[in-house]
């Protein structure tokens, strides 16, 4: 058994709404082996994973899936099945599991809930070396390899501060998403996105974190501010450690200037020898130390978010109790077994570790850790109760006198700190500072909320709370309005008109389309952007106010959609395309691919779809959302059900695109003043326009802005590469990008009403395409072009070189044996041929795989942009040119 490639899907998807984890996997000597067919293996599974017992499985009750092994069932699903179970053992649970077969016998795709790629990643490798294992009756050190993924998975994790906000932020329905690696989250998106790190956030200020990651520095400016603090000083030698100490008296406290987590730190130091041995600790981490006099009471933490406090917490030491049984060390073990202890950051307290500063800490006690301690005297081990290093918390924070509180919050704004841990020494916070004293001891930039989410003792504080209400206050907004469009045909015009109105409307518009990222209408990023990493780089750009995304079939499967969801949803239609590719083999695959997109809408927002089409009227009836049809039909059943239960449609008729709702009706534009319906003729336009004006009117668009829109969308500087219209001499030339049989027969029925002699269609396919796509789409160019050239993309996706336009030719020949037709393979050298052999007022219409090539060829011919589409009348004076010319010739 092989893992061939492993791919993570971070968001919705075609199997589940949550992240998934996709394994390809080969199964090699395995294939067609069943796991009934090894003896024991079932016993030894068990024996290994017990927790398998309690999988439904299709029984859909416990012990289904050891009843499937027992019957006998293919590797992949075992595989499945062991690895969601090892993703309890390393505390990253994980439900749902899916196999597919992937096309080939022993090959399968392994689909599995993911929150911990990196470790899940390690997991089904593990799980494929066990059960190889347990087939083979091998001994398999399982143990070993389980803390290898566990490792991976803490090193990987969000930290608990984070983890913390993101919970909050998903509580409150906002969209997140992880920047990397580590605890560099977004949240939100467009305009509205925040940055954070840990609790360092978008408004934290770099000057003040430099000023609280210095000691020193924080001292000064809180000294400064009248905010109290140890008397001391900063040393850069023994001698001077010493001196300092001297002058403030002992005992002292010695710590690095730059430092955290209590590393370095030595404190209530009694003797100028220990200054000196303390300050050797402290300058391995920082070669300057700050000596200051050691302050008697209790540790607070405070925690300000801006400018307020919103939690308070005791810090205590790390310590064990006594018993007269066991020895320090024992004690130790013993209270590291705490189911809340971890290692690092990991649970709510951190495993108490043994080092240097453990054993002096037993000495300056008179133990060590063979000592067995008195029934119940408490052992101190270590000073500073960082809870990185052992230590417990206790939330005070209802305790807090108003002086205190006062006290420190003036210290974080002295600082600059909007989010900050504030370090108090006070024999009681509950007291007033004038009565029990009381000094600031560090301002910390960043603080761990580990403590207040996950107290000891006392009521948790939901500190995630206050930082994401500080980020989105009330009313804040945190997220831009998503459109998201899919279908086979007209996506893009339909994303670039819906780009267009809300750009009218004074929108930054971010748009993912197939030829490219645009932000505020300017292109970002060439090349076919229809995909999930681009929907996240539209979403993340700080400059957004409105996100419209094209959303296409490869994109879906293979990444998902990239955003969680959308406020509106258009499928403009359903037709044959993709056949043969990623396991798509009939027009129910692909709807089922498509209707994520209209799944995955917020309540209140709308889906907009095409009821001329008989695949999305069904799937109308599906979803959950409010729907509103667009129709180039206005007798349509579909549309006259949907008015009469006072639903919304947009329609074409008598020329003009209206809004229905029920029984009114609003009119909104002239079909022939929207420059890119060609007057009218180029209905699938119309449609797109009608999908388009659908969108922007469930988003809330006013009537008069989307015609005012419509009016300026041209065919070219706002739609490049879609039915652009040129003049080459005394012919034409169209460049569309149409690519499968429904693209055809659209551009073959606008061209039909040309009004020049004869139409030429330059031919191709992608060859990823089912070899009935291709023929199909050569069938539909026979029927409507008069002359035709057959030519190849570049890039022939897998097939042989001439293996696409034999397939065309062949279908060209079964429709019309008698029909000019051509082949060259090139696609700017039939084009030429196309066009050198054109007669006056001809059309050539040529379908690209490369836009810009066929763009400098016309430029070479000399082409003109036309920016109107011909009138009927121009028929006749093309007709007389026609005659003119001939009777030249024959002169």
């Known amino acids: 058994m092989k893992i061939l490639d492993v791919r993570f899907i971070p968001g919705p998807n075609i199997y589940v709404s949550k992240p998934i984890l996709v394994a390809r996997v080969d199964l090699e000597e395995l294939t067609e082996r069943e796991s009934n067919e090894f003896p024991g293996f079932v016993d030894r599974l068990i024996e290994h994973l017990p927790g398998v017992t309690d999988h439904h499985c299709a029984k859909g009750m416990p012990g289904g899936f050891v009843e499937r092994l027992r019957e006998g069932t293919y590797f992949g699903h075992v595989l499945e099945h062991v690895t969601l179970e ?80 993101v919970r909050e932020a998903e509580a409150r329905g906002i969209p997140w998403r992880r920047i990397l690696d580590g605890s560099f989250v977004q949240l939100g998106t467009g305009k509205w996105a925040k940055r954070i790190e840990a609790t360092i956030g978008p408004e934290t200020s770099a000057v003040a974190v430099d000023i609280a990651c210095n000691k020193a520095y924080t001292k000064a400016v809180l000294k400064e501010a009248g905010v109290p603090v140890p008397d001391g000083g900063t040393a850069l030698s023994e001698e001077e450690a010493a001196r300092i100490a001297r002058d403030v008296g002992l005992p002292v406290t010695v710590k690095p200037v730059h430092g955290n987590q209590g590393r370095g730190v030595s404190v209530r130091v009694n003797t100028e020898g220990e200054v000196r041995e303390a300050y050797r600790r402290a300058a391995e981490i920082d070669p300057e130390v700050i000596v200051e006099k050691w302050v008697p009471g209790a540790q607070y933490r405070i925690l300000i978010v801006r400018g307020r406090m919103v939690a308070a917490s005791l810090r205590h030491p790390p310590r064990v109790v006594g018993d007269g049984v066991h020895q320090v060390r024992e004690l130790i073990e013993l209270e590291n077994m705490d189911p809340r202890r971890g290692v690092g950051h990991e649970k709510p307290l951190t495993r108490i570790p043994i080092d240097e500063v453990v054993l002096r800490q037993l000495r300056a006690q008179g133990l060590d850790l063979e000592a067995v301690p008195a029934v119940g005297r408490v052992v101190v081990l270590r000073d500073s109760a960082n809870l990185s290093t052992g230590g417990t918390a ?118 993912a389309t197939t030829d490219g990222i645009y932000i505020g209408g300017r292109k970002i990023v060439e090349g076919d952007t229809t995909g999930p990493f681009s929907a996240r780089t539209v979403l993340a750009h700080p400059d957004v106010t409105a ?255 001439g293996e696409v336009a034999g397939l065309l030719t062949e279908a060209v020949r079964g429709v019309n044996p008698l029909l000019p037709l051509y082949v060259n393979l090139e696609e700017t050298a039939a084009l030429g041929e196309a066009v050198s052999s054109s007669l006056p007022g001809e059309l050539v219409v040529v379908f690209y795989e490369k836009k810009g090539p066929i763009l400098q060829t016309l430029e070479e011919l000399g082409a003109e942009r036309v920016w109107d589409w011909p009138r009927a009348s121009d028929r006749s004076q093309n007709a007389r040119e026609v005659r003119h010319l001939w009777q030249t010739t024959l002169q």
């Open 547 to 801: 996100v419209v995304l094209e959303t296409a079939r490869g994109g879906i499967i293979r990444g998902g959609l990239g955003y969680d969801w959308a406020d509106v949803a258009v499928l403009t239609n359903i037709s044959l395309d993709h056949i043969g590719q990623d396991q798509i083999e009939t027009l129910e695959d692909l709807i089922f691919v498509k209707s994520l997109v209209a799944e995955r809408v917020y309540p209140g927002g709308a889906v907009v779809l095409n009821a001329d089409d008989p695949c999305l009227v069904d799937l109308a009836g599906r979803l959950r959302r409010r729907i509103v049809f667009f129709s180039m039909r206005p007798d349509n059943p579909v549309v006259l059900r949907h008015l009469a239960i006072g639903g919304t449609t947009i329609l074409a008729k008598d020329g003009w695109i209206l809004e229905r709702t029920g029984a009114r009706t609003w009119p909104i534009v002239r079909v022939v003043a929207v420059p890119v319906a060609c007057r009218g003729a180029a209905g699938f336009h119309v449609a797109n326009a009608l999908a388009a004006a659908a969108a922007c009117r469930a988003g809330g668009i006013p009537r008069s802005q989307i015609a005012h829109a419509l009016r300026r969308f041209g065919r070219e500087v706002d739609n490049p590469g879609r039915t652009n219209l040129y003049r080459v001499g005394r012919s034409y030339v169209m460049v569309d990008y149409g690519h499968n049989p429904h693209s055809f027969a659209a551009v073959g029925q606008l061209v039909q009403q040309w009004p020049g002699p004869r139409v030429t269609g330059v031919i191709g396919v992608p060859g990823d395409r089912d070899d009935s796509i291709i023929q199909a789409a050569g069938r539909e160019a026979a029927r409507h072009f008069q002359r035709i050239w057959v030519k190849e993309d570049r890039d022939t996706r897998g097939r042989d070189k």
């Open 86 to 165: 090892l993703t309890d053992r390393i505390d990253a649970p994980a439900y749902f599991g899916k196999t597919l077969y992937a096309g080939r016998a022993g090959l399968y795709d392994v689909v599995m809930e993911c929150h911990a790629p990196e470790a899940m990643t390690r997991l089904i490798a593990v799980a494929a070396d066990l059960i190889q294992a347990l087939v083979d009756g091998r001994p398999f050190s399982l143990d070993a390899a389980l803390q290898e993924a566990a490792d991976i998975h803490r090193r990987h994790r969000l930290g608990p501060s984070t983890a913390a906000i």
């Open 394 to 511: 206790e939330d005070v924070s209802d305790r807090v006198h108003p002086d205190q509180r006062w006290l420190c919050e003036r210290a974080a704004r002295a600082v600059g700190l909007d989010i900050c841990g504030v370090d108090l020494m006070t024999p009681d916070i509950a007291r007033p500072v004038n009565e029990v004293g009381a000094v600031v001891l560090e301002v910390n930039a960043a603080p761990g909320i580990r403590m207040h989410e996950f107290p000891s003792q006392g009521a948790a504080r939901n500190a995630g709370r206050a930082i994401v209400d500080a980020l989105f206050p009330p009313g804040h907004p945190t997220r831009v309005p998503v459109y998201a469009v899919t279908g086979t045909n007209g996506k893009t015009t339909t994303t670039r008109m819906i780009a267009h109105i809300l750009q009218s409307c004074g929108e930054t518009v971010g748009a």
